[in-house]
T-cell receptor, first 114, second 114 residues
C-alpha cells in the first residue's frame, strides 16, 4: 500500500519556467491538499480539493493552479516559476472533508527556483 | 480564524529524559487538535488527535497529549525519549467549518543527545 506518492522528489527550475507536481493516493480518499513548507512558517495550504471535480483556494494560491484529474490524482502547476516559490511541497489526502479527519502526507517535492 | 502557536523552535533533550512540547491554540470553541511528526526528509505522520471526551490522549510511539481548555493548550509529552524521536513536531488545530480547515503551527525541532 503506497499511500500518497509525489513526483518528482527534487526539481531545479529557472525563473519563468513551468512545471507540474504530481500527486496520487491509493486510499480511495475524497479530499486532497497541496501545502508548501518554508522554514519558520509551518505548512501553508495552497489549494485543496474536497471531492473529485472540485477545487478551492487555500491561504497562498497565487502563482499556482491545480487539477483534480480523477479521485486518485491531484496535480499542482507552476505556470511561471519565481524564486519565492522555492519550497518543499507536500500533497496530502483525507477520507472526507469533515473536521477531524486525519491527513496522510506524501514524502514531499523539494523545488529550487533560480 | 483559528491559530496555533508553538513557542519553542528547537529543543534538545538527552536520551531517556522526559519531553514536553508546548502548543497553544486560539479558537472560539473547542477545536479539533492534532500532533504530527516529520522525520528528516519525510512527510508528516499523525501522532495523535483530540476531538472530545477524555482530555488525555494516547498516541503512537509512546506519546500522549493533554487538552487543557483553561490554558488553551495541547502539550505533547513522552516520559522517556529515544534517539529515534529526533524529528520536527507540528501541532495543528482544525475548525469545524465546511471543509476541513487545518492550521499548522510552525513546528518544534527536537534534537536527542546520547
Amino acid at each position: 500500500n503506497a499511500g500518497v506518492t509525489q513526483t518528482p522528489k527534487f526539481q531545479v527550475l529557472k525563473t519563468g519556467q513551468s512545471m507540474t507536481l504530481q500527486c496520487a493516493q491509493d486510499m480511495n480518499h475524497n479530499s486532497m491538499y497541496w501545502y508548501r513548507q518554508d522554514p519558520g512558517m509551518g505548512l501553508r495550504l495552497i489549494y485543496y480539493s474536497a471531492s473529485e471535480g472540485t477545487t478551492d483556494k487555500g491561504e497562498v494560491p497565487n502563482g499556482y493552479n491545480v487539477s483534480r484529474l480523477n479521485k486518485r490524482e491531484f496535480s499542482l502547476r507552476l505556470e511561471s516559476a519565481a524564486p519565492s516559490q522555492t519550497s518543499v511541497y507536500f500533497c496530502a489526502s483525507s477520507a472526507g472533508q469533515t473536521y477531524g479527519e486525519t491527513q496522510y502526507f506524501g514524502p514531499g517535492t523539494r523545488l529550487l527556483v533560480l | 480564524a483559528q491559530s496555533v502557536t508553538q513557542p519553542d523552535i528547537h529543543i534538545t533533550v538527552s536520551e531517556g529524559a522526559s519531553l514536553e512540547l508546548r502548543c497553544n491554540y486560539s479558537y472560539g470553541a473547542t477545536p479539533y487538535l492534532f500532533w504530527y511528526v516529520q522525520s528528516p526528509g519525510q512527510g508528516l505522520q499523525l501522532l495523535l488527535k483530540y476531538f472530545s471526551g477524555d482530555t488525555l490522549v494516547q498516541g503512537i510511539k509512546g506519546f500522549e497529549a493533554e487538552f487543557k481548555r483553561s490554558q488553551s493548550s495541547f502539550n505533547l509529552r513522552k516520559p522517556s525519549v529515544h534517539w529515534s524521536d529526533a524529528a520536527e513536531y507540528f501541532c495543528a488545530v482544525g475548525a469545524p467549518r465546511g471543509y476541513q480547515k487545518v492550521t499548522f503551527g510552525t513546528g518544534t525541532k527536537l534534537q536527542v543527545i546520547p
